[in-house]
């Protein structure tokens, strides 16, 4: 079995489509980190899709903000604004997808998907001492995560963790090959909106029985997602920082 691993899509279609093109072929199941919607002018079309195509999925937060399920007191103007649109645009049927995904952890065969922190959904792993803190307590060999919008992830060691490097600039993948005694949390990038300074979109291939984990990195119509967003009205700052990669 081989997996297409994706997270934080925040409702691009451009990104999402440019990534599914990408990976044609090389995968047999597409899994999910969460957050469908948020940000981006196509939170219906990329809920559709991921209703239709998407074996297992962990909510985000930008999933239960924008099915009513989360207070927008904890989010930032922009985010709060975007979320606010969302839940006008959405259908019925779609919102009522968004407010039934599961809370991760979630099993996936030999390995676990979670949005932010297999200790807290809402937590960001954003450097290796946050990182090593989890061990011990985390539930799989292999982990896959998301929330940060930063590829890469971590190894746990006894002596604490390391970082995880992105795929290079001028490179569109990067193969890690998973030590069997090692713990890894992985997060495969955003696809909607990296903040990695790499404005391609994001994503990872998965085979277990190699235990090969594949960073990938495409180029999307980003104009085309920009003029989305003015169009519909949204903050312009969201435009602006997809082809800035922040």
Not at 2 to 29: C, F, K, M, P, T
Not at 37 to 57: F, L, M, Q, S
Not at 110 to 127: A, I, R, T
Not at 213 to 233: N, S, T
Request: glycine fraction near 10%; proline fraction near 5%.
């Amino acid at each position: 079995m081989r997996y297409l691993i994706l997270s934080d899509i925040h409702s691009n279609w451009e990104a999402l489509q440019a990534v599914l093109e990408h990976a044609r072929g090389r995968y047999d199941r597409i899994l999910c980190c969460g957050d469908i919607v948020g940000y981006g002018a196509d939170p219906n079309v990329c809920t559709e899709w991921a209703r239709a195509k998407v074996h297992t999925i962990v909510r985000g937060n930008h999933d239960k903000a924008c099915a009513g399920l989360d207070d927008l007191e904890w989010f930032n103007p922009v985010a709060r604004t975007s979320a606010l649109w969302t839940q006008q645009e959405v259908s019925a049927e779609n919102i009522e997808y968004l407010r039934s995904l599961p809370k991760g952890p979630i099993e996936a065969g030999s390995f676990q998907l979670v949005h932010g922190s297999p200790l807290d959904e809402d937590d960001y792993l954003v450097n290796a001492r946050e990182a090593a803190q989890l061990g011990g307590y985390v539930g799989a060999s292999v982990t896959f995560f998301g929330h940060t919008h930063l590829q890469g992830g971590f190894e746990l060691h006894r002596g604490g963790a390391r970082r995880i490097q992105r795929t290079p600039e001028g490179a569109d993948s990067f193969e890690v090959e998973l030590e069997p005694d090692i713990v890894y949390l992985v997060n495969p990038g955003s696809v909607g909106q990296p903040r990695d300074g790499d404005p391609r979109a994001a994503y990872l291939l998965y085979t277990p029985a190699r235990r090969l984990a594949e960073y990938r990195r495409v180029v999307y119509d980003i104009g085309k997602a920009q003029a989305k967003i003015l169009g519909a009205g949204l903050p312009e700052l969201l435009a602006w920082r997809l082809s800035q990669g922040t």
